[in-house]
């Protein structure tokens, strides 16, 4: 799976759009790319994934440079609940017993204040 | 999404104890479930990748014979932590899919061995 780079941490004002950065500049034609997030001493949750056309769900927005270099998530309206260490990742669908195996790097640190 | 919970949520045991912690899956029939173990500060780690009814896979580096897996049905996989010591204590985070759907995350399981 390609690698990913995110920023190490980032602010956001509460009411705010949060627009997190995620380069991949190796990803390949069949991989599309996750978006999870961990609150702090939880387990993950899935937030949006997207091969190349932008998504959007009642969480977030995704989306997708043209070249797939690279992609931005955003949160429309931040609130301090949004506070939490976010995950870009890059997967492949190819199936076997393997799918569903994420490899997480070391995310964006999401810090909304007042 | 799906539902996956953890049991316990924390736990404290002796060094030299063995511990299990429980993943089940509640409103699907989890095909594959991945254990991760994260330590404070850090990213999430896969452990093992565990097939109902056959033997977990294990990534390099972990001891198969410390951290035993067991995924006997559809909705339920346990992990041992076996002769439990001190660095062992983690956050222990399992996630679950059935075929064709993504991977959804357990709450996770803090282990302190004193």
């Known amino acids: 799976d390609a690698k990913t780079t995110q920023p190490t941490s980032m602010d956001c004002a509460e009411g705010r759009a949060a627009n997190l950065p995620c380069n991949h500049s190796t990803i390949s034609g069949n991989e599309y790319v996750y978006w999870y997030r961990q609150i702090h001493s939880q387990g993950p949750q899935y937030i949006i994934h997207?091969?190349?056309n932008n998504e959007t769900n009642e969480m977030a927005s995704l989306i997708i440079t043209e070249d797939r270099k690279s992609s931005t998530l955003i949160l429309p309206h931040a609130t301090l609940r949004d506070t939490a260490v976010y995950y870009c990742i890059v997967r492949g669908l190819t199936g076997g017993t393997s799918y569903g195996k994420l490899t997480f790097g070391q995310g964006t640190i999401l810090t909304v204040h007042p | 999404g799906a539902v996956v919970s953890q049991h316990p949520s924390w736990v404290i045991c002796k060094s030299g104890t063995s511990v299990k912690i429980e993943c089940r899956s509640l409103?699907?029939?989890?095909?594959?479930m991945f254990w991760y173990r994260q330590f404070p500060k850090q990213s999430l780690m896969l452990m093992a990748t565990s097939n109902e009814g056959s033997k977990a896979t294990y990534e390099q580096g972990v001891e198969k014979d410390k951290f035993l897996i067991n995924h006997a049905s559809l909705t339920l996989s346990t992990l041992t932590v076996t002769s439990a010591h001190p660095e062992d204590s983690s956050f222990y985070i399992c996630?679950?899919?059935?075929?064709?759907?993504?991977?959804?995350f357990g709450q996770g399981t803090r282990l302190t061995v004193v």
């Open positions: 409103d699907f029939q989890a095909t594959t």
């Open positions: 997207g091969l190349k």
């Open positions: 996630s679950a899919r059935s075929t064709g759907t993504e991977a959804f």
